[in-house]
């Protein structure tokens, strides 16, 4: 065969191996026309959700977890992992080149020598250079080396929307925690509110008893409750310090850094969130997308491990020279191709284990993408009736509580007057206290469940 011929050949080979493989996408569990909530409105998630709450320490926080956290940090570098995997993935669709430049010398110490080596006892040293420059290409006739890179390619989109799952579990785990803390600042707030005027019906059940007019169960009964509540008090102090180190360790940072500016809870508006129809909900959670482009990857392995099975065609091409002096290097270059076939004939099944394992693996996906899709709008609806569920307890909680505050303070100007006993005073207490701290309880559910909205329908993210 010529050298024009074998190159034609070359050249054939070379356009077909750069036939690469089709993933197709899977077909996706079919969507629910819509929402079983009444409160699914549609409209537009932005990626910032967290601005909704109108809260400008939150937006601190969530740019200072975003820059410092040490989980997002490592999900970045995995999808820098990934990309290079890709790479390398990628690099055998087209042929290896490699350069060469060698020097040798051999000194026949003594004796003739023998055939094995260039010295001689006529020519005790021996001196030579040498230059290659080779290539080497494995025809992608199966379409196996194009699968290995889009399985990588595949497996990078898995890693970058598992980097934004990351992400958007970091920044709704800072806005519950931050909530959270607002919440128990609040409820200690309303604990010491409360503590004070217990101590002040205390005040006056001691005035009582000592003219006489207040027996010594009473007494008893209102230190009882003061207890109670000075109990209460570290309580909530406790878990306050808690969800303070759980918010730092989520920024990265050690709770003695964490400055919060004192923001009423009261001041933290709950956003309206449209939940939209279930089908966005394939372009909006990524983890979705992340079972998605996993089963890509899959898919792609089957073919690499059914390519794996056929004939493989390796062909090569050397241009070298050689010389015992450096200067007549380039003098004498000459030029060699080569081909090779090379075809499993017997492995004792591993081959098609193989591929039966990367099929199995396949349908493993599968499942496991249909699963996070129903997965999906099942956290939504449960997202959307924990909101609305909340909302009809708050309206009877705020009736709770003014009706409350209002028997208290009947009862407390009461007993002062004589006309009521203490017992009354205790049970308005309770119930103010427990009516006024539910309300708080509420309140943060609230919130938190728009944060469970927003990462149930994927926080904004959207597939690009």
């Known amino acids: 065969m010529t050298l024009p011929s074998r190159l034609s050949f070359l050249s054939v080979c070379l356009m ?7 993933l197709e996408a899977p077909a996706p569990v079919p969507a629910p026309a819509d929402w079983q909530s009444a409160h699914s409105a549609t409209a537009r998630i932005e990626g910032d959700w967290w601005r909704a709450f109108s809260s400008p320490e939150l937006d601190r926080l969530i740019e200072r977890a975003r820059l410092n956290s040490f989980d997002l940090a490592a999900a970045m570098a995995r999808v820098r992992q990934a990309q290079a995997t890709a790479i390398v993935a990628g690099a055998p669709l087209l042929p290896e080149v490699k350069f060469g430049l060698d020097a040798s010398r051999q000194r026949l110490m003594r004796g003739d020598g023998f ?5 001689s006892n006529n020519q005790r040293t021996y001196t030579s250079y040498s230059t290659t420059l080779s290539a080497s290409y494995e025809i992608d006739f199966w379409g196996g080396k194009a699968a290995a890179r889009d399985s990588a390619l595949a497996a990078l989109d898995a890693s970058r929307h598992d980097r934004a799952t990351v992400e958007l579990t970091l920044l709704s785990g800072v806005a519950n925690s931050y909530l959270q803390c607002l919440a128990l600042t609040e409820q200690v707030r ?4 409360n503590l004070a005027n217990a101590r002040s019906v ?3 059940v001691e005035t009582r008893q000592q003219a006489g007019s207040a027996t010594a169960l009473e007494l008893a009964q209102q230190r009882s409750l003061v207890a109670n509540q000075e109990r209460q008090l570290p309580l909530l102090e406790q878990q306050l310090q808690d969800s303070r180190i759980t918010l730092a360790t989520l920024l990265g940072d050690p709770v003695q850094t964490l400055q919060l500016g004192g923001v009423a809870f009261a001041a933290i508006s709950g956003p309206v969130i449209g939940a939209g129809v279930p089908s966005d909900l394939l372009t909006r959670r990524p983890d979705i997308a992340t079972a998605e482009a996993r089963l890509l990857a899959a898919q792609a392995n089957v073919q690499v491990a059914r390519a794996a099975m056929l004939p493989s065609l390796t062909l090569g091409a050397n241009l070298g020279s050689g010389a015992q002096h450096f200067a007549d290097l380039v003098r004498s270059p000459y030029y060699s191709l080569t081909a090779g076939l090379a075809a499993p004939i017997f492995n004792n099944g591993r081959l098609a284990a193989e591929r039966d394992r990367a099929k199995a693996e396949q349908e493993e996906l599968l499942q496991s993408y249909h699963g996070a899709i129903v997965a999906g709008f099942a956290d939504v609806e449960k997202a959307l009736n924990g909101i609305e569920g909340v909302e009809r307890q708050r309206q009877w909680q705020d009736e709770e509580v003014r009706q ?3 028997a208290f303070e009947l009862a407390d100007s009461r007993y002062q007057a004589g006309a009521e006993t203490l017992l009354t005073v205790l049970e308005t207490q309770r119930t ?9 309880q509420l309140r943060l559910s609230r919130l938190q469940g728009s944060v469970g909205l927003y990462k149930a329908l994927g926080g904004g993210w959207a597939l690009r």
């Open 404 to 406: 409350a505050r209002i």
């Open 16 to 22: 077909l191996g750069a036939c690469s493989s089709t």
């Open 432 to 440: 103010l206290y427990q009516a006024q701290d539910q309300q708080v």
């Open 190 to 193: 309303i604990a010491r509110l």
């Open 202 to 204: 205390l005040q006056v």
């Open 115 to 119: 055939s094995g080596i260039d010295a």
